[in-house]
């Protein structure tokens, strides 16, 4: 029943920066867990950021330092900002929502990122 819709994902050039949106329609923090994966040709999906009130913060040694995972309570909204982008960051960014009780998983329907090189 939760939606989460991301945003933001377009072409950039290496070494610059991007923000990644990803608004719910349930308060964000009533999550459990709230975060970002990505999923780039020929590779898994991949766990990118995350953030837990019980856990805290979890970045991926590839993008840490460069990525930040942060939330808007009032706009229902967490963002990943990107900076010094890569070539190998392009990938298919998807918001995810977990809820605690139940353990589901609500995702966003993706956004996609383009560094070029």
């Known amino acids: 029943q939760v939606q989460l819709v991301d945003s933001g994902g377009t072409l950039v050039q290496t070494g610059g920066s991007l923000r990644l949106s990803c608004t719910s329609s349930?308060?964000?923090?009533?999550?459990?867990?709230i975060g970002w994966f990505r999923q780039a040709p020929g590779k898994q999906r991949e766990l990118v950021a995350r953030?837990?009130?019980?856990?805290?913060?979890y970045y991926a040694d590839f993008v840490k330092g460069r990525f930040t995972i942060s939330r808007d309570g009032i706009k229902n909204t967490m963002y990943l900002q990107m900076n010094s982008l890569k070539p190998e960051d392009t990938a298919v960014y998807l918001c995810?929502?977990?809820?605690?009780?139940?353990?589901?998983?609500?995702w966003g329907q993706g956004t996609q990122v383009t560094v070029s090189s």
């Open positions: 995810y929502a977990e809820q605690g009780g139940t353990g589901v998983s609500y």
């Open positions: 349930e308060s964000i923090s009533s999550f459990e867990r």
């Open positions: 953030v837990a009130l019980a856990s805290g913060l």
